[in-house]
C-alpha cells in the first residue's frame, strides 16, 4: 500500500492511503461509507492475512480478510461504476507443474492461505469480471524491513542464522511490481494477470545473489521446510498475456544497489 502511494504520487495520480482502522474491507457498510467519502475512480486492494504458517491456525481469519474483503469490494465497486484491483497469490498452484504458471492454468491450493486467495479470485470475477487480479509471489523491496530479503541480509550481516523455505519462486521487486499495476490500472486492463520479475530460483539461491552483492556472508543461511506451513516446491509465474517486469537478476541489483548507497531514497521504478 505505502509503495503504491508513493509511485502514485511521483506519476501525479491522487491517491489516498488508508489504515486498517479507516476501513474493514469485509464490512459492508465501512465499505460503503469509505467509497461514498471519497469518491475514488479506482480501488487497489493492497490489504489482507498474509502469514501463510499462522493461516492454518486461523482458516476463518484468513478467509475474512482475503476472500470476503475482496468479494466485498468488489460488489460495492459495481455497484458504484468503480475500477478494482486486487492481489492474489502464487499460492494458489499446487507445485506440482515443471514450467511456470500461466494465467489460464487452473488453482490448485494445497493450504488455507492459497485456498483463500482462491476464493477471493473465484468471487471477485462472479461479482465484478472486470476487476483485475494480480497474481504475484513474495515480495522484496527496499522502502520496508518487513520482507523476507532485507530480513535475510540483516540477519545474515549481524553474524545470526537465517533459514529459508526449500522451494522454487519467482521473487518480486516491489518497484517494478507497483508500476506495472498502475499502467494495467491506467489502461484499464481487466481479468487475471500474472505479475513477477522474469526468472526462477530458489529461496537459497535468491539470498546467496542478494548477498553476494551487498557483501554479506552467507555462512549462517540454511534451507530447511518452514514449521507449520506446506508450502508447494514449485510455484514460478510465468504469463501468457505479457511479460511486463524486468529480470530478476536486473531488479536484485537495483535492490542492492539502492539500499546500500542510498537508504533513505524514496524510490528507484523499473526502468522498462
Not at 517494478?176 to 530458489?202: F, I, K, M
Not at 514460478?236 to 535492490?255: K, N, T
Request: with cysteine.
Amino acid at each position: 500500500g505505502a509503495a503504491l502511494g508513493r509511485l502514485a504520487e511521483l506519476r501525479g495520480l491522487e491517491s489516498r492511503l488508508l489504515r486498517r482502522g479507516e476501513c474493514d474491507i469485509a464490512d459492508p457498510v465501512s465499505v460503503s461509507e469509505v467509497l461514498s467519502r471519497h469518491r475514488p475512480w479506482a480501488v487497489v486492494n493492497a490489504a489482507g492475512y498474509v502469514r501463510v504458517a499462522d493461516a492454518e491456525r486461523e482458516p476463518g481469519r484468513c478467509f475474512r480478510e482475503n476472500a470476503d474483503g475482496a468479494a466485498t469490494l468488489a460488489l460495492a465497486c459495481g455497484r458504484l461504476g468503480i475500477r478494482l484491483v486486487t492481489f492474489s497469490s502464487d499460492l494458489v498452484f499446487s507445485g506440482g507443474a515443471t514450467r511456470p504458471y500461466v494465467e489460464s492454468d487452473r488453482p490448485s491450493p494445497g493450504g488455507v492461505y492459497g485456498a483463500s486467495k482462491a476464493e477471493a479470485e473465484r468471487r471477485v470475477a462472479e461479482v465484478l469480471p472486470s476487476a483485475l487480479v494480480v497474481r504475484t509471489s513474495a515480495f522484496f523491496g527496499p522502502w520496508d524491513r518487513h520482507n523476507i530479503l532485507t530480513r535475510a541480509l540483516e540477519e545474515l550481516a549481524a553474524g545470526r542464522e537465517w533459514t529459508v523455505p526449500a522451494a522454487i519462486v519467482s521473487p518480486t521487486y516491489v518497484p517494478d511490481l507497483v508500476t506495472a499495476v498502475l499502467d494495467l490500472v491506467l489502461d484499464g486492463e481487466q481479468g487475471v494477470w500474472h505479475l513477477a520479475n522474469q526468472g526462477e530460483t530458489s529461496w537459497l539461491e535468491f539470498i546467496r545473489k542478494g548477498a553476494m552483492l551487498a557483501g554479506v556472508g552467507t555462512s549462517q543461511l540454511r534451507e530447511a521446510e518452514p514449521e507449520g506451513a506446506r508450502l508447494p516446491p514449485y510455484t514460478v509465474l510465468g504469463s501468457e498475456r505479457g511479460l511486463l517486469l524486468p529480470p530478476l537478476e536486473d531488479a536484485i541489483q537495483r535492490y542492492v544497489r539502492l539500499t546500500r548507497d542510498q537508504p533513505a531514497l524514496a524510490c528507484e521504478a523499473s526502468p522498462a
